[in-house]
RNA sequence: GGGCGCUUAGCUCAGCGGGAGAGCGCUUCCCUUACAAGGAAGAUGUCACAGGUUCAAAUCCUGUAGCGCCCA
């Protein structure tokens, strides 16, 4: 071996592993170095993700912290792998959030958004951002993620805009985007409306008011209709019954006089009239409720408005009512109908209200007129791209929510009633005129063409929603509409990780705009991992104080801990339910790795230039080598198949099992034994082994290992970073893993015997071997160092005869006695050796059962009746020895 | 009401056709010069219940119960 060892730092590494030092510090170098960039001129292919953009209004949580360390993972394993990797970094405007965040503190100085009118108001949203925006960036940045940060966009950057603009202008004159009047949700906190994803039902312990319509001209006669929102009688233009009941069919085409109001409402035959429930009749409020608009439609109702865009009473309504809240007016309604003997009865009753998810108050279904998306008509080839696997969901069955809500999507209202956003680019004329355009000139352009002239416009107040603009993020991200060297190689992106609660908002989005604009899928793999809660399963809130804080996590147990921690409880299909002593257990993992190296050092473990693991001859080391070829392997394509718990339970095993727990001890007699040349292949292995576990652990525990890696310098100027991921083909070493493993079981069974027998831990007692072959006492002689010292044997001696007052085992073909005839008590001695017998026979009933089945031997993989016809063997041969050395005890 | 998922060791969960595993916790012993944030050994399971398919079921199918989530 040549002597270029690669010298590693001087000093030796420190006794524990300071991870706030080490994180900051690699975090900067590799940033500074541009490790992170993705270069479009580079001749690898491409590996992209990206980014979900946070809120702006953002702090990291939990689920940040979860699905960002499995994008790191992912991005840093395929660059290693040698992929040109893209994470496309980004942060969203998160129009109602931060308008309300911004709103919140102007309220403390008692000023509103309109005191400050719009310009002001927004140039106050920019100063909050530049100020509070960038927290969630610097967050990631401590968890270790390598976004390619020069590239990070905010959606409200010019280029996405014009982005947005671009896709608005276009949908429009496609006829995919429309203005229409139809009932929305309308948050009266917030005065805007939102879109159908925004509404959460809550259940709601309220009333059934049952009140009494006269019929008109049948003085007496009643109409008795129920309703859980009293209030909203004010705008009823209706009854409706069933056509089919005949209780009611003398009445269709009359009139009732609604009570309060008194006016004249028709009562119309409708199928939506249940006669099952309640009286069978149903007050029709065709402009407060989404299933009477579609009543009023098909009878031509009139649509009364009774409330303003803050959920008052309008002018619509009996002046006593004008200007009263909704629920106070719904507590006048009752007692006015109450006063006049028209209040049947109330019945308490639990239902479902709808809630706006970021106002916090009731959502009224509010006439309005907004633009909308025709998504029926987009969702159609998204639907086909995952039908026909252009796009993949991981886990599958994830396609199924998709489907579902894809095959029933409704249209989607864009326009918001917020200042905070995309403006949309939409002009109107004196006379109403709508003239799209990217801009003001344009729009003007459009309006001369039309007019003739020249003619004042009116741009539309109204922004859009945000998932609007978050929906063009795969390529407006990119450069689009521009026809950028980045757009033509980054998209479509590979993977889109993220959780199943924005499927609908987001996912769904990207996919109908991306294969409409692009003509092609945005990703080919949406990813869908699970939602983090506490370790009781509940989900995190402010509100149950049940919050781990990433950051504190970090601070205490190191970022390492916590990306390691998730990566290995993201089985897929199952909610993460983390509590921190697991960080702790993995912190541990990291302590461990870290002691294991520092033993290493202390035995001048250094990677020669020219070794070539294929080359050793010592079994132990063409064991390990061996098996570290196999766990890279594994690991590999445990992150491809988005397998994290496994890629990482792997090397937490393999790392602490076979590596320290085996290897590491196989090695301290050969390190202190006079063998110059095993001492030195050994100490070349052990610094290879490190050296692959550093980078396969790399995408798991950045810090960690680079911090090791630049202590060792195994490979001389290869950071982490930008190494490349262990390729190890042609390494297996079946022969060396048969032998090895035969090692470990001999021990294992001494040590399990001594246990049991309380042989005093450190004694060292001689060992007897009987009817081993010749193979075996090779064996037992070229281990003989390890043997030795980890089943603390004085030696290993052949004896034709086991002496009296011997413990016995059987491992293979041969029996193994501990002659402790003053410690051993012979009755206990006996019951351990008949539980073994027992456990042995047990075994062979059940395989004895099977190879008598004739259905077993003629139907069964031939592979698996040959194996079980040797375990039976084997298990026969061990029973066999087993009584022979219960027969010896009996001669005692 | 419709859909999806879960039920495996005390706890948290892997496994998803060939006879049950991990981590944590627990018990015993050990400060053996890499590591006590450690080492060695150990105990613990009608794999929710009931049927069915199969030579073979924790694993596939059907139903039941309980729990959770999503959509109306």
Redesign the pocket.
């Known amino acids: 071996m040549s002597n270029s060892i690669s010298a590693g730092s001087a000093a030796p590494l420190d006794?524990?592993?300071e991870s706030a030092e080490v994180e900051a510090r690699h975090y900067a170098l590799w940033e500074q170095s541009g490790a992170f960039a993705a270069d479009p001129n580079s001749d690898k292919p491409p590996y992209t993700i990206i980014m979900p953009p946070p809120n702006v209004t953002g702090s990291l949580h939990m689920g940040h912290g979860l699905t960002f360390t499995l994008q790191d993972v992912l991005i840093r394993y395929y660059r290693m792998a040698g992929r040109d990797a893209l994470w496309q970094p980004g942060q969203d405007h998160a129009g109602i959030a931060t308008q309300m965040v911004v709103e919140r503190q102007l309220a403390e100085k008692k000023i509103t958004r309109h005191d400050l009118g719009r310009e002001a108001f927004i140039d106050k949203v920019w100063e909050w951002k530049a100020e509070s925006g960038g927290t969630i960036s610097s967050q990631l940045r401590r968890l270790g993620a390598t976004a390619d940060w020069p590239r990070d966009r905010f959606t409200l950057d010019e280029g996405v805009s014009k982005a947005v603009r671009k896709v608005f202008v276009d949908l429009y004159r496609e006829g995919l985007i429309y203005k229409d009047s139809r009932l929305v949700n309308w948050d009266p906190a917030l005065e805007t409306a939102i879109s159908?994803?925004e509404?959460?039902?809550q259940e709601v312990k309220g009333n059934l008011w049952y009140f009494q319509y006269p019929v008109d001209g049948q003085p007496g006669r009643v109409l008795t209709v129920a309703t859980t929102r009293p209030e909203t009688m004010l705008g009823d233009t209706a009854v409706a019954v069933h056509p089919e009941d005949e209780r009611y069919r003398d009445l269709i085409g009359k009139h009732c006089v609604l009570p309060i109001v008194g006016r004249k409402i028709l009562i119309v035959a409708d199928e939506y009239a249940d006669p099952e429930t309640g009286s069978g009749a149903v007050k029709i409020t065709p402009a407060h409720d989404f299933n009477d608009f579609e009543v009023g439609r098909r009878h031509n109702l009139e649509m009364i408005n009774v409330l303003d865009r803050k959920g008052r009473i309008n002018e619509n309504a009996p002046v006593e009512y004008q200007g009263l809240d909704r629920f106070e007016a719904r507590r006048k309604v009752v007692a006015s109908i109450e006063e006049l003997g028209l209040l049947e009865k109330v019945e308490p009753h639990t239902h479902?209200v709808p809630y706006g998810d970021r106002g916090g108050v009731p959502i009224e279904p509010y006439l309005t007129e907004q633009w909308y998306v025709d998504a029926a008509t987009l969702a159609k080839p998204a639907i086909e791209a995952v039908e026909t696997g252009r796009t993949k969901f991981v886990p599958e069955?994830?396609s199924?929510?998709y489907f579902?809500?894809m095959r029933?999507i409704?249209p989607w209202c864009i326009s918001r009633q917020l200042w905070w956003g995309h403006q949309i680019p939409a002009w109107y004329g004196p006379d109403g005129e709508i003239f799209v355009a990217d801009n003001e000139d344009e729009a003007a352009d459009l309006a001369r063409k039309h007019y003739g002239e020249d003619k004042p416009l009116e741009r539309d107040p109204d922004v859009l929603d945000t998932w609007f603009s978050s929906g063009l993020w795969p390529f407006s991200t990119l450069g689009w509409p521009d026809e950028t060297p980045e757009l033509k190689r980054y998209y479509p992106g590979d993977v889109l990780v993220t959780g199943?609660?924005i499927i609908?908002f987001w996912v769904a989005r990207m996919m109908m705009l991306g294969i409409h604009f692009m003509g092609d899928v945005p990703f080919r793999h949406v990813y869908i991992h699970?939602l983090v809660?506490d370790?009781?399963?509940q989900?995190m809130s402010k509100s149950k104080g049940n919050i781990i804080d990433p950051l504190e996590v970090i601070d205490e147990?190191s970022a390492d801990s916590l990306r390691f921690t998730l990566a290995v409880?993201a089985?897929?299909?199952?909610?993460?339910?983390?509590?921190k002593?697991?960080v702790?257990?993995?912190?541990?993992?990291?302590?461990?790795?870290?002691?294991?190296?520092?033993?290493c050092e202390?035995?001048q473990c250094a990677l020669p230039a020219d070794f070539d693991p294929a080359k050793v001859s010592q079994t132990v080391n063409r064991w390990i080598i061996g098996e570290t070829a196999r766990v890279a392997a594994e690991t590999a394509q445990g992150i491809e198949a988005y397998?994290f718990?496994?890629a990482a339970?792997g090397q937490?095993?393999f790392v602490?099992?076979t590596?320290?727990?085996?290897y590491?001890?196989f090695i301290?007699p050969i390190l202190n034994s006079e063998d110059a040349g095993a001492i030195a292949e050994t100490r070349a292995t052990a610094a290879w082994v490190l050296d692959q576990i550093l980078l396969m652990l790399h995408p798991f525990m950045p810090f960690i290992t680079e911090e090791l890696n630049e202590h060792f310098r195994f490979v001389p100027d290869r950071p982490l970073i930008t190494a490349p991921w262990p390729a190890l083909n042609g390494l297996d070493a079946t022969d060396a893993k048969a032998e090895m493993d035969w090692v470990v079981r001999l021990?294992?069974d001494i040590?399990?015997v001594?246990?049991?027998m309380?042989v005093?831990?450190?004694a060292q007692i001689p060992c007897l071997v009987q009817g081993a072959a010749s193979e075996t006492l090779a064996q037992l002689s070229r281990h003989a160092g390890y043997i030795h010292r980890?089943a603390r044997l004085t030696g290993v001696d052949a004896a034709t005869e086991m002496p009296k007052g011997a413990v016995q085992i059987v491992v293979g073909e041969a029996t193994y006695g501990l002659p402790l005839a003053d410690v051993i008590d012979i009755g206990a001695e006996r019951d351990r050796l008949a539980k073994a017998i027992e456990k042995a026979d047990k075994?062979i009933g059940?395989?004895d059962?099977?190879l008598s089945?004739?259905?077993?031997?003629?139907?069964?993989?031939p592979a698996?009746v040959e194996?079980?016809r040797e375990k039976r063997q084997e298990l026969a041969g061990q029973r066999d020895k087993l009584t022979a050395a219960v027969a010896r005890l009996a001669d005692l």
């Not at 993992?589 to 190296?597: D, E, S, V, Y």
């Not at 089945?853 to 993989?861: E, S, Y």
């Open positions: 006794k524990t592993f159908d994803l509404v959460e039902q479902q069955n994830w199924k929510t579902e809500w029933n409704q199943f609660d609908f699970a809660r370790e009781k399963g989900k147990y409880m089985a897929q299909g199952r909610d993460i339910k983390l509590a002593n697991r702790e257990g993995y912190r541990n993992f990291g302590t461990k790795l870290w002691n294991a190296a520092r033993f202390m035995n397998k718990n496994e339970g937490y095993q602490w099992n590596f320290c727990d085996w590491l001890e301290k021990i294992t040590r399990a001594r246990a049991e309380n005093p831990a450190g980890l075994e059940g395989i059962k099977r089945n004739p259905g077993f031997l003629a139907k069964a993989d698996v194996d079980t």
